[in-house]
Each structure stands twice: as structure tokens, then as C-alpha cells.
């Protein structure tokens, strides 16, 4: 007999169906023979007997000499076959149906790049290269709420300011001019082009008061058409993509003023201590060559009755004619300029909903580099895409006592009552049946574990209520905040990114981290409320909602320059209200508040 035609083993050693054959239409067809994965011994009827072997089990044909015979082994594999594949797909139909509505809030998370505005509603330029900065174009695919559209006059004042600082920036013949200007210590009126004056924004202090101060100076810098040029130092020069198409927001190196980032409240070439020494006045007839070529803007916690007149209209007129400013501020000081009346009605025009100013401000200036955003974006899709509902929990505690069972329970009372998180059962109480595909993940971020932990550990020793799993998750735990180090900065920023991208959120008063996240986000947080100075009352209400999305003013002027004389500044424009978390900060508030 040819050796095609001998019944064999599958090449696997298993039981594989095996047919030996020839053509049907070759004479005297030998029997056809099968190897068949069956449990028994089976007689089949006009088949034969399945004997098994140490093969395969072999089908030998009795009787099949008739050529319609093979027909009616076609015919039973046939039938078999839906059998066959219900079996097989049985199989991993659990595994199947535990991930198909994980892969489902997966793809509706992430969707696709095509159902996203990449650019923001025209917030952002188009044509950067996505290599050299994917978060740029990436971001709203990793956001469930698409954010609030900037106005129409928002947009083109952007483009503009782009052809501003393409034209005026770095590595140009203005900038280079300008420069040299300042070196030689000449006022502007000599040496330069009028139309590229210069704004530079100097880093210090904590990350979140970094970005607010850059957002501040920014939009300062679009109100006064000002080059705005940031500070390198302190990872502002590590941590975010270039925010300008074709051109650099960062301050060069061989800038001539040397010893800029060590200007103080006594450095007499301050603005408050040149008014109070008359070197300059605020008066309209003051020359532009009796200016200096620049002026330090001290706006930070510490400033004077003198710095603060930086707010007021006759102080802006002698300031537009200076060509070089250097600014220094801790602070969000946006709701000082809605102060300026001279800024006011250019203001409306940009932002005609005032809570919005540094949720669009954020969004356009401060992008993850690639190595961020590999670190938001792990992690997004490891914890948090696939839950129903992501919650933020951002704790920072003032003081000496970092763990707090006071600021513990705080928490856990804030979100419970306000229905972020459900209740917890006493142990051994019966667990309801978990709603289909309801799942909540917790992110917490703090410097230290014990809070992340005592969360995770009440939802994972006790049922909830409503029968939800709840997954708590902590990203990092520096223990300290370490100012300018690049690799805890590089956390930090991750972290904000990740809080802003959940979608309900609870911040602690005062927290400039949590401003950042918020205003990114366009999300109105619980505001926790800062407890007494012993930390040992949990404070009643533990929160409440905050009146918008914007950061807070800290440390605002209490000056009417109309009447020159002291005022609450909190009742002098509908839309600047004093904050929720600090009685004395000022907040934009939404026009209808």
C-alpha cells in the first residue's frame, strides 16, 4: 500500500483529526481511515469500531465500498461543526466576558485621535511635529470631558502672539539688538525696535507655584504685547514641551543681566523701590529716555504697598514704555489684573467667561515632554482607564503632623457625603450584588503612603454599600517636597496631569498642586478646608464646592487706585470674589456668581 495512504499519528503526538486518502476518483480507493480525539471506545453507526490504541483513537471503514459512502462522512463533520465551535469558543467565553466591558470603557476612554479636537477648539497652532512633543496633540484623547472652548478672539490673539515671539524671540536680529541694549545699560529709545519689548518670568519655589507664576507672566505678557521668555532653572527647562511653534520660550544663557534670579524686594532696581526713591514716577509726561532699560517686578508674598501699585492704570502707563521687565511671583496674580481697568475691556473680549482664564492659559502652555507623558500615560491605562468613575483626592497637610486621623477622617466623610465614594458595610454584614460593570478608582497623591493606604485598606476590609469596588492608587511617595530636584519635579508634574484627568475631584485649601490640576482639568473641586492650627477638629462642613475651577490669589493688593485709598478688592469687580479655602485670596468667579 502507498505510504500516503497508511493511517498515521498527527505530527503533534495528539489527537488530531488525520485523513489518508486518495483522490476519489482514483480505482480501488483503499479504506478511509481517521484519527479522532474520543473518550471511549465507540461503535459508529456504518462506520465501525473506534479502537483505541496508544495513538490516536482510528476509524476503521467497514462496508464502504459504495462511492456514496464518503458522503456520509462529509455530511456527519458538517453537522459536527457548530458543535465543534461552540466547544471551542466555550471555552474562553469567560475570559471573554470579564474583559469585554474593561475593552469597551477602554476604547470609549481613549477613542481615537480623529474623535478628539487634538487642537483645543483653536487653542492650540497646528503642524508642531507630534514626535518631538506627543502630549501636545495627544491629550484630549485621554480626557472624557473635551474642556470649555476659548473664544474666538482668544484664538487669534494666540496666533498673533506666536508671530510676536517668532518675530521679537530668540535667535532673531530684534532679540539680539534688544540684548545688546540692555548689556550696554542705554534706554530703549536708542538702540532696538519699538514693537519687541520683553517679559522675563523667574522660577522658584514649588512646581505648582512655578506654573502659575508662568501662566500669570503669559498673560500679562499678551496684554502688554511683551515677549514672554521663561527661567530655565528649577526644571522649567526639563519638565514641558516648547509651547510656541518655531521659537523658544526659554531664557538664553548668556542673558546679560547675570544675576537676575537672585532680585529681592531690595534690589533697587525694583519698581516700588524706583517710585519710592523717585527714579521714575508714575506720571504720562515721564520721557522714555529718563526710563531705565528695565525694571524688576517684585510680586511675590513679601511685596511692598509700593510693588503692589504694579495693579493700578497710571503705574501701567510708565511700565509699557520700560522695553525689559523681570518678574518674580509665587503667586496667581490674574485676578489682580481684572483690577486694571485699563486691561478690563480687553479682558471680556478674551476671556467672556472669566473662570476659564488659566484652564485655557494651562492647556496652551504647558505640555508633558515625552518622558512625562509616558509616565501619565502608563499609568492612565494601567489604573485608571477602564473604571466608571476616576475620583482625585489630592492631600497636602501644613504643619508638623503629616499623618492625621483628623485630616483622614476629613477625607473619608468629604467624599462619602458628597457621594463620591460609597459607604463601607461592618464586616461579615452581607455584600448586595455588584451593579454590571460599576467600578471606581481612587487616585490619592501625597508625599506620604499613609493616607493612600488607611483608603485602601477600609475598601478592601469592608464591602461597600452599593456593592461597587473601589480600587485605591497611589502613584508616588516622595515623603518630601524637594524643590529644583528633576526626577521628584518629573513626578510631581506626571501626577497633576493624572489628577486633572480624573473626573471628579477633591483638593486641599491652599495647595497650589491642586489649582494646577483643577484648572488643566476644567474641573470644580470639593475644596477640604484648612483645619485649626492643632490639626484636632475636623473642620464642619469637611468641604464644599468651590466657586470655580481657577487658582486663588494669595496674596492680593487691598488698594483702590481710583480713590487711592485702602479697599476690600474682593467687592470691586462682580467676576473677582475672595476665595473659599483662603477668606483674604481673591478667585475669578463665573460673570453669573
Known sequence: MDASLMPRRSEHGDARLVLATTPLTSPGTPPYEFAAACPSQTRSAGLGWMKRS????????????????????????????PLLLLLLLSAERRVLIASDSRLLRLVKARGSATGHDRLLGGLLADGVDERSCQSRYQSAMYRRKAGRKPSPYLVSKLRRHEALQQRCGPGSAAYSEAAEQLRSGKTAGVIGSPDCKYLVS??????????????????????????????????????????????????????????????SADTAESYGNMLKKKVIGAAS?????????????????????????????????????????????????????????????????????????????????????????????RYHDAYLAAAHQRVGIQVRVFGNVPESTQVLEQITTCTQKEGLLPEVLAV?????????????????????????????SLYWEHATA??????????????????????????????????????????????????????????????MYKPDENGSVVPDPPCSRDLSMEPCFHAPPYYDCR????????????????????????KLAPRSA
Open 285 to 377: 509726561t515721564t520721557a522714555p529716555k529718563q526710563l531705565p532699560p528695565f525694571a524688576y517686578i517684585h510680586l511675590d508674598h513679601d511685596y511692598t504697598d509700593e510693588d503692589k501699585l504694579f495693579f493700578c492704570d497710571e503705574d501701567q502707563r510708565v511700565l509699557r514704555d520700560i522695553r525689559w521687565l523681570v518678574m518674580r511671583t509665587d503667586n496667581y496674580i490674574v485676578p489682580g489684573l481684572f483690577l486694571a481697568t485699563s486691561f478690563q475691556e480687553e479682558l471680556d473680549m478674551l476671556f467672556p467667561e472669566p473662570d476659564t482664564v488659566f484652564h485655557h492659559l494651562g492647556r496652551y502652555l504647558f505640555h508633558p515632554n515625552n518622558h512625562v507623558w509616558g509616565l501619565v500615560t
Open 54 to 81: 496508544r495513538g490516536p483513537y482510528t476509524i476503521h471503514h467497514r462496508g464502504m465500498a459504495k462511492r456514496g459512502g464518503w458522503r456520509r462522512v462529509v455530511i456527519l463533520l458538517l453537522l459536527s461543526l
Open 466 to 527: 452599593t456593592g461597587e469596588a473601589v480600587g485605591v492608587h497611589q502613584p508616588s511617595h516622595e515623603e518630601h517636597q524637594q524643590f529644583g530636584a528633576k526626577s521628584h519635579d518629573a513626578k510631581a508634574w506626571a501626577e497633576i496631569y493624572l489628577l486633572s484627568l480624573t473626573d471628579v475631584l477633591v483638593t486641599t485649601g491652599w495647595s497650589t498642586f491642586g489649582y494646577v490640576a483643577q484648572g488643566l482639568g476644567g474641573l470644580t473641586p470639593l475644596i
Open 202 to 263: 523667574i522660577s522658584y519655589r514649588g512646581l505648582g507655584n512655578r506654573m502659575l507664576a508662568a501662566a500669570s507672566a503669559f498673560l500679562y505678557a499678551v496684554l502688554t504685547d511683551r515677549v514672554l521668555l521663561v527661567d530655565p532653572s528649577n526644571e522649567m527647562g526639563e519638565l514641558f514641551c516648547e509651547p510656541f511653534p518655531g521659537t523658544t520660550w526659554l531664557l538664553p544663557p548668556d542673558f546679560p543681566l547675570t544675576s537676575y534670579t537672585n532680585f
Open 428 to 456: 461579615g454584614t452581607a455584600v448586595p450584588p455588584t451593579p454590571a460593570g460599576k467600578s471606581i478608582a481612587v487616585l490619592v497623591t501625597s508625599l506620604k503612603t499613609w493616607y493612600y493606604d488607611k483608603i485602601k
Open 563 to 586: 480713590v487711592k485709598k485702602g479697599a476690600d478688592t474682593g467687592k470691586m469687580v462682580p467676576h473677582v470674589q475672595n476665595c473659599k479655602d483662603m477668606s483674604w485670596g481673591l
